[in-house]
């Protein structure tokens, strides 16, 4: 079904940016790198991962629902 599909692919997402994260955990645990660099490489690095085509399955569900 397509909520089957789109919970899978939010799972997909959320594993992706959990191994981004991981790789990037020498960044973030950095004692040297001030807070809002360590945000910056997190907005850039990770956080599109979570939110890419977002927008567009929300739509899509909208207008599924609309039916």
């Known amino acids: ?18 191994n981004r994260s991981g790789e990037l955990r020498h960044v973030f645990n950095s004692k ?12 850039v690095a990770v956080e599109p991962i979570l939110t890419y085509d977002g927008e567009a399955s929300i739509k899509a569900a909208r207008d599924t629902l609309a039916r």
């Open 1 to 18: 079904s397509a909520d089957c599909d789109h919970k899978s692919d939010v799972d997909r997402r959320i594993n992706l940016a959990a």
């Open 32 to 43: 040297g790198l001030p807070m809002k660099l360590k945000l910056k490489g997190y907005k």
